[in-house]
């Protein structure tokens, strides 16, 4: 019984480590990228940490959220415009930026 609660404990832990490396991957690709327009709420985008402004958005999927972050929406164009970020970055920093707003 206690190897298999070790087990268990090794494997939540692991878990949340491969949780951890995503938040800071994702908060490198929002540092990098994605601030410049959700720190202040540029042409509408809704401000990092502003719950209100993210709930709608949070309640449509994250699938949704992850096409228009990569495909673009209004004065958003696709990426951010950073073309050089791959689709699995900008998720990242999606999960992030709705980690930090919920």
Known sequence: MHK?????????????????????KGMQVYRSACFACHDNGVAGSPK?????????????GMETM??????????MPPKGGRMDLS???????VDYMVNESK
Do not use: F, H, P
């Open 4 to 24: 298999i609660t070790s087990l268990a404990l090794v494997g939540a832990l692991s878990l949340a480590g491969g949780a951890a490396v995503a938040n800071d």
């Open 48 to 60: 990092i940490g502003d719950k209100a402004a993210w709930e709608a958005r949070i309640a449509q």
């Open 66 to 75: 992850y096409s228009t972050a990569i495909n673009g929406k209004g004065a």
């Open 87 to 93: 689709d699995d970055d900008v998720k990242a920093a």
